[in-house]
């Protein structure tokens, strides 16, 4: 069937991409149309049309699906953040705990996926851990259930077309900004410090950054926040030499609870990527610190560190109960960020080795080492493809364990087959991004290693994105013997 492009229809929605767009099919053709969740009966404007597939725009919901939710934010449908917030957070659960399932099969070739999922660790209120009955879910009950718990965000600065300075989020798949200060995900703190720099930017003429003439100053603003130390570091990022009207700024923002850290960011470059190079402190530390745990961290403005805490310390323990630490082990944390997880794990283990290619996150990590007195850890700058061969080469280093958290590309080919040769009886992977961590998985079950468990962990409640941590065994050729000897018993 050829469909045209304008063409209006009524369709069923009966599944999802994973990117959380509604599919739904027009004798057997499909179409894929935002905004929409399966058990909808919606009509839809064809808009843009493929030889195979075509996408469809939301004109009018005729029967909602069961599961819709009424959306919190009054932007959920215009706003590129949250994809899922008209799902139920239950049924989001299960979308996700499905991806990751889908994806250990259809990738990762993993058939017995099912068998060795754990249920996906969600966020809940009391109040709404005690209705929950599916077994494929856990609930980590926390204080605001999966609402306010980001830590972090980066707000785009620009201007509208009075000429009023406009900040908030970007539109889906686009840089138009949507001026909304409140997100629900974000601490309540985040809607006063936006409206203080936009008065502050009004008051002293400061420009915004127009992208598209590549002129004004201000282009973005990074929030972060110490969930349990209540410490906040604001981060002006700049398309300018300096910050205008420096102390002043400081001034408008001193009056913030918990403000600690007041910080510039120069980023003059035509680009999509948001922090630039050089970066410099107005007022106050460099860093702030949180603990997840009883592990304290000091971060700064260009760190990664993992933007919902409750979640992440949930993610760790997971990762500290796959590696199976008794004291004696050998680890290496590679893409280890600011060391969090290293730090986790060395109070367990012999010693650690983190491996990161940022080298300011690589100082945080050797400060944080210190600021724990944790005297196990050794921490290397460098791509994880080139440390890890060098490592093994030129010192012959082992690993009991080794943990990976790799960007969403997943790991390099050469750290891969490296992690191989060193050994180790345990490899963790946390990954947050299924497809990738499924096409390693296969790899590395094709190289020595098998699949044990698998815990699928939400820490981007109402977004599409779920984290996974795996366990792999190394595959030792004893375990035939033993299965060989037994079935000779049995005989
Ligand atoms: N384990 C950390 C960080 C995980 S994010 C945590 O939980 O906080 C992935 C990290 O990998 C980032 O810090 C990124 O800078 C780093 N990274 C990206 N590519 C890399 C590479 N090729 N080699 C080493 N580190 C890399």
Redesign the pocket.
Known sequence: MQIQKNEIFDITIEDMTNEGEGIGKIEGFPLFVKDTVIGDRVQIKAVKVKKNYAYGRLIKIIKPSADRVKPRCIVARQCGGCTLQHLSYEKQLLYKYGKVANCLKRIGGIQNAAAIMEPIIGMFSEEEAKTLDNHLIYPNVCENGPWNYRNKAQFPVGIDKDGNVITGFYAGRSHVIIDQPYCHLQSEVCADILNRIKDFMREYNVSPYDEGKHKGVVRHILIREGTSSGQIMVCLIINADSMPYEDELVECLEGVNGIKSICINVNQEKTNRILGERAYTLWGSDTIEDSIGDVRYHISAK????VNPVQ?RVLYEKALEYAGLTGSETVW??????G??SLFLARRAKHVYG????PE?VKDAKDNAGLNGISNATFYV????KVLPREYEEHQVKADVIVV???RKGC?GK?LETMVRMEPERIVY?SCDPATLARDVRWLCENGYEVKRVCPVDMFAHSGHVETVVLLSQRKPDDVIEVEIELGEMD
């Open positions: 760190s990664f560190y993992q992440t944390d590679v893409y280890c960020g600011i969090t997880i491996v990161e290619v940022v996150a460098g791509k994880a493809e958290d790799p960007p390099d750290a946390v």
